[in-house]
């Protein structure tokens, strides 16, 4: 079987988001989960229209949704270090909760918010 060839830094699956304001999701995902911006394209009028950010291993692409496009927000699933401190910090940043910090049968802890810009977060910290 060929191997697929892709660029340095990617992974061969990635969430592609349109979203209608990036740099709030850009300024989220580096206060709650230490997202690194990789590559940052402004605009004529100097707003970030790409971005790639890198949380742990994996990348995120995010562009500006304009005018005609459809906003494309997503739901993730992310491990992190401890639940509680993650959800509440997440919540002081403007995050809406939609299942509180919580012990799982398979021995997670977890819980789920929403961003502020309608991106949906599930996370969980493995006992």
Request: with cysteine; net charge negative; hydrophobic share 40%.
């Amino acid at each position: 079987m060929k191997r697929t060839k892709i660029t340095v830094g990617h992974q061969q699956l990635m969430p592609f988001l349109m979203l209608e304001n990036i740099d709030e999701f850009i300024d989220f995902t580096r206060g709650i989960f230490n997202a690194e911006e990789m590559i940052r394209k402004l605009d004529k009028q100097k707003q970030v229209e790409y971005s790639e950010l890198r949380v742990g291993d994996a990348t995120i692409i995010i562009t500006q949704a304009v005018k005609g496009d459809v906003s494309s927000t997503s739901a993730f699933y992310i491990y992190v270090s401890d639940t509680d401190a993650t959800f509440y910090k997440a919540l002081e940043r403007g995050a809406v909760p939609l299942m509180f910090p919580m012990n799982e049968d398979d021995d997670t802890r977890s819980a789920g918010f929403e961003d502020p810009t309608g991106c949906v977060w599930w996370i969980t910290t493995l006992k």
